[in-house]
């Protein structure tokens, strides 16, 4: 329990933090409020993708794949991401969200924090081998959200059509969405070709890890606007029941017919299962303040997952028997 105590400490804790420092900025420079969005930005970016790399191909680099079975675990993650995809979309229409509610709403129910809070869980749980597996379950969750998420959000928010539609402009835009991809595939190669890792490697993606998570929380902090969260009850009640409810349960059978719960102690099935349980993902704050839909609202569900994470947590803690 004092790894789930710690886990809650260093990621809420950090959001918590930056909240705080902006609110001691804004309370003597009233006018900072533009210097704090771009430095948010600008540590956003150098943690996913300048520090977060080395502790991914440093993973990868020493991971062993139990008779390469795990091979497939990427499938895992695209499944998680077509049922919470699909299941939000169902709940919007079943309980008639407004296109602007609903494309955040989408956002929200779609984009988990696998990366930061289910890597950081999955490492201080299950060590190198829960953090690998995060980083083979997220594979291909960064780039279905980009060249589908984003675009079919945009759509939902103009009232348009709800099917999907790739896109490859953001990664001509933005090339250093590929870095993490590109650290896995050189992790797996120096994995497959048996180089050794130098004996720092390990020591320094150990102190990686938990920094990116922190670094993370600060720099949404740093821009957290609470928001009207009692004028959004009915939406983010339909994202607690995906986030928390639907995608947990589907992917816990999905992850059962697999066999999971027979690999590796049952380490992949309980990875599933906590990836599966995460809260709003930073990136859900991103298309609503690329297209003009209703930011209050990723931001009003970002922060309730975000809480609610400390009483599922220790759910899952008991309920897995970790």
Not at 160 to 184: C, E, N, Q, W
Request: proline content about 5%; overall charge positive.
């Amino acid at each position: 329990m004092n790894n789930v105590l710690f886990i809650l400490m260093l990621s809420i804790g950090s959001v918590a933090f930056g909240y705080f420092v902006k609110r001691m900025i804004l309370a003597v420079y009233s006018t900072k409020t533009q210097g704090l969005l771009d430095f948010s930005k600008k540590l956003k970016l150098i943690t996913m993708f300048v520090i977060n790399p080395i502790p991914i191909l440093s993973s990868f680099w020493t991971f062993s794949f139990e008779r390469q079975s795990l091979l497939f675990f990427p499938l895992i993650g695209i499944l998680f991401t077509i049922v919470s995809a699909l299941g939000t979309l169902i709940f919007i229409k079943v309980f008639s969200i407004e296109s602007k509610k609903a494309a955040s709403v989408f956002c929200s129910g779609m984009f988990s924090n696998i990366m930061t809070f289910g890597g950081l869980t999955a490492f201080i749980l299950f060590g190198v081998e829960g953090y690998s597996l995060i980083q083979l379950f997220n594979l291909f969750i960064g780039p279905i959200n980009y060249l589908v998420g984003y675009p079919m959000s945009y759509q939902i928010s103009i009232g348009g059509s709800k099917s999907f539609k790739l896109s490859t402009k953001v990664f001509k835009s933005r090339p250093y969405v590929l870095i993490p991809i590109t650290a896995l595939l050189i992790g797996m190669l120096f994995n497959t070709l048996g180089v050794k890792q130098p004996a720092l490697v390990p020591q320094l993606r150990s102190m990686l890890i938990p920094f990116v998570t922190g670094s993370m929380g600060v720099s949404i902090g740093l821009t957290l606007n609470l928001g009207r969260i009692t004028s959004y009850i009915k939406e983010i009640g339909v994202i607690f029941l995906i986030k928390f409810l639907v995608s947990p349960l589907v992917m816990a059978f999905i992850a059962y017919v697999f066999g999971l719960h027979t690999m590796m102690n049952g380490i992949p099935f309980k990875v599933t299962v906590i990836a599966s349980a995460m809260p709003v993902a930073f990136n859900a704050l991103i298309p609503p303040s690329i297209y003009g839909f209703d930011l209050d609202l990723a931001n009003s569900a970002w922060v309730t997952t975000t809480l609610a994470f400390a009483v599922v947590l220790p759910i899952l803690y008991v309920v897995l028997r970790i």
